[in-house]
């Protein structure tokens, strides 16, 4: 079955660049979305489709995909950006995959 | 604005069914499909399914097949989560959330709105 990884956190300092990572077998054929969570909340879509960023997201969240890693990045991070955040992908065989998530830590 | 609005916490014993609703608000209702997804508590998100709420096609991970079943009806604009034969591995919180993904050969859309979430305790 279809896997993806993610490192389990992330320490940045406030106004630094966050950057996370998803891995998985020719990842970068593939759409990625990227998830928010903060606890006892619901997760929010925060990038779609490898770059897209829905309605309300700032830009300061962005997305790449190539080869078998799609990056998550968030320039100049805020305290109010901890969470978990969840790399998800599509494959025919598995169909909707999630990562295991990150921890993101705002020191 | 978009909005699904869920059923309520449910506590059921094992072996039991639980069947969760998703009332969906805000837009067109066919236009999209819907997954659900679950979280154990302290754990990630699993995908469980998704269906069209055009035609009624469905798709499962493979780890529930046979215990799932996906529904909606679209005159409520309302779907339908059953799990079957409930073990305490299942207690969990389950979300639906609005699919962007509209052919059952096309995942990979995103999920762009999220239900409240309704948590499930099995226990005997």
């Known amino acids: 079955s279809y896997e993806l990884t993610q490192p389990p956190s992330v320490s940045v300092s406030p106004g630094q660049t966050a950057t996370f990572t998803c891995t998985g077998d020719?990842?970068?054929?593939?759409?990625a979305s990227w998830y928010q969570q903060k606890p006892g909340q619901s997760p929010i879509l925060v990038i779609y489709?490898?770059?897209q960023r829905p309605s309300g997201i700032p830009e300061r969240f962005s997305g790449s995909n190539s080869g078998n890693t799609a990056t998550l990045t968030i320039r100049g991070t805020q305290a109010t950006d901890e969470a978990d955040y969840y790399c998800?992908?599509?494959?025919?065989?598995?169909?909707?995959?999630f990562g295991g998530g990150t921890k993101l830590t705002v020191l | 604005q978009v909005q699904l609005v869920q059923s309520g916490p449910e506590v059921k014993k094992p072996g039991a069914s639980v069947k969760v609703s998703c009332r969906s608000s805000?837009?067109?209702?066919?236009?999209?499909?819907l997954s659900w997804v679950r979280q154990a508590p302290g754990q990630g998100l699993q995908w469980m399914g998704w269906?069209?709420?055009?035609?009624?096609?469905?798709k499962y991970v493979q780890n529930l097949k046979g215990r799932i079943t996906l529904t909606t009806d679209t005159s409520t604009t309302t779907a339908y989560m059953e799990l079957r034969s409930l073990t305490s591995d299942d207690t969990a919180v389950y979300y639906c959330?609005?699919?962007?993904?509209?052919?059952?050969?096309?995942?990979?859309?995103?999920?762009?709105?999220w239900g409240q979430g309704t948590p499930v305790t099995v226990s005997s």
């Open positions: 269906i069209s709420t055009h035609n009624g096609n469905t």
């Open positions: 959330a609005r699919d962007r993904r509209t052919a059952a050969a096309a995942g990979g859309r995103g999920f762009d709105f």
């Open positions: 998800q992908a599509w494959d025919s065989r598995t169909e909707e995959v």
């Open positions: 489709q490898d770059t």
């Open positions: 805000g837009y067109a209702f066919t236009n999209f499909g």
């Open positions: 020719y990842l970068g054929d593939k759409f």
